[in-house]
């Protein structure tokens, strides 16, 4: 039977911080009822998560909650992205539709097989992407109501070199990328991450990726709901596709840490 545990945290920061770090690519795990409807082998599986997480992400989280003078929140995702993906849209607004890699990915990094392109997603949907929203939507009104406000920072990390799934991926590939969204990322925002990030190289924007994560509840509709995602290249910080940290990971904490910091204010 599938687990009714949740498969993700709320992890909880000071009571009076409106910052809630997102987190939702990190993580490999991928419960047995899942990996039922996968087409590939292991060894094929463990390469596409190689290619696919954004590893040590929730550890560059963690660290960077440590180090702010007024501890963050962190909503992490605790199973690969490969099971849903809690940033898609759920339905054809998703440009990633065209990749094969709506909220329920039918197609690799590579424009491979990952699922038969016959998959209902609804079962995946229901159990596991309708949760997380509805997690995530709690979260931020568990900020609102504390302060008044929330600021959602999206934690990512991104490929040095373009893979074939990537719909924009012609665009520069700065080390620190900051995807910003026209009603919820504010330009003092995007200023404090240019700051906070300047000693980890060029700082771009909205290039290869682009557009922040906030629920569908508040998306264009809560300005009291700002947020911004951080896109990290992965060679500035880890062995590439899927090898350990280095020591540029203690580098971006600090980096994240003093942008906490100032948008916590």
């Not at 090898?243 to 916590?264: E, I, K, N, Q, W």
Request: glycine residues 8%; aromatic residues 6%.
């Amino acid at each position: 039977m599938p687990s009714a545990a949740p498969s993700f945290e709320f992890l909880p920061g000071a009571a009076g911080s409106p910052v809630i770090l997102h987190v939702p690519h990190s993580a490999r795990e991928i419960p047995a009822e899942v990996r039922s409807g996968i087409v590939l082998d292991e060894a094929a599986l463990e390469r596409e998560l190689d290619h696919i997480t954004d590893a040590h992400t929730a550890e560059l989280a963690e660290a960077a909650a440590g180090l702010s003078a007024v501890a963050p929140w962190r909503f992490v995702n605790r199973l690969s992205r490969l099971v849903v993906d809690p940033e898609r849209f759920p339905d054809e607004r998703e440009e990633m539709l065209s990749a094969g890699m709506g909220a329920v990915y039918t197609r690799t990094t590579h424009r491979e097989a990952l699922r038969p392109a016959d998959t209902d997603p609804k079962p995946l949907v229901d159990r596991y992407f309708r949760p997380y929203a509805q997690g995530m939507t709690e979260a931020v009104a568990d900020r609102l109501a504390a302060t008044g406000r929330a600021v959602i920072i999206d934690v990512h990390s991104y490929p040095t070199a373009p893979l074939p799934y990537e719909l924009h991926g012609e665009g520069p590939r700065p080390p620190v990328c900051l995807g910003t969204d026209s009603f919820h990322t504010p330009p003092e925002l995007t200023a404090a991450a240019r700051e906070a990030f300047a000693a980890c190289g060029e700082t771009g924007l909205d290039s290869p990726f682009s557009g922040t994560y906030v629920p569908l509840e508040f998306y264009g509709r809560d300005p009291r709901v700002s947020a911004l995602m951080v896109e990290i290249r992965r060679d500035t910080y880890m062995t590439e596709p899927g090898g350990p940290a280095g020591r540029g990971l203690g580098r971006l904490a600090s980096a994240l840490a003093v942008l906490v910091d100032a948008v916590t204010g």
